[in-house]
């Protein structure tokens, strides 16, 4: 469930990059026609999508590494350890990444995935 948050996430994402650069607003001062993604404020906001895309995208990451470990270490005390780290990030990851999903929007403008 965490991957597939992370995964629409990114899905948004590029679609809001790809939509910045096409949409045309205002202009320079020269008269010419610019694209959105020159605005600083929409550079930031994409910014920001990203970032917190790659964030609970490597949270995951952790994750599954964590969970291989707790399956596979020699030592119980590695097991243990991994295991906790488990039972802890799995529900993060799970809740952070699908609502990042949900806050990009994905839903509403109806991407194939």
């Known amino acids: 469930m965490g991957l597939q948050g992370v995964g629409i996430s990114e899905a948004a994402t590029q679609h809001a990059v790809r939509y910045a ?60 350890r991994h295991q906790r780290r488990v039972d802890l990030l799995i529900p993060v990851v799970k809740a952070w990444s699908t609502e990042l999903s949900a806050r990009t929007g994905v839903a509403r403008t109806r991407i194939p995935i």
């Open 21 to 80: 650069m096409d949409r045309v607003q205002g202009g320079t001062p020269e008269g010419a026609e610019a694209a959105i993604m020159g605005h600083p404020d929409i550079r930031r906001m994409l910014g920001l999508m990203k970032a917190r895309t790659e964030a609970a995208r490597a949270l995951a990451f952790r994750a599954a590494r964590s969970l291989d470990f707790a399956h596979r270490a020699e030592e119980d005390k590695t097991r243990a």
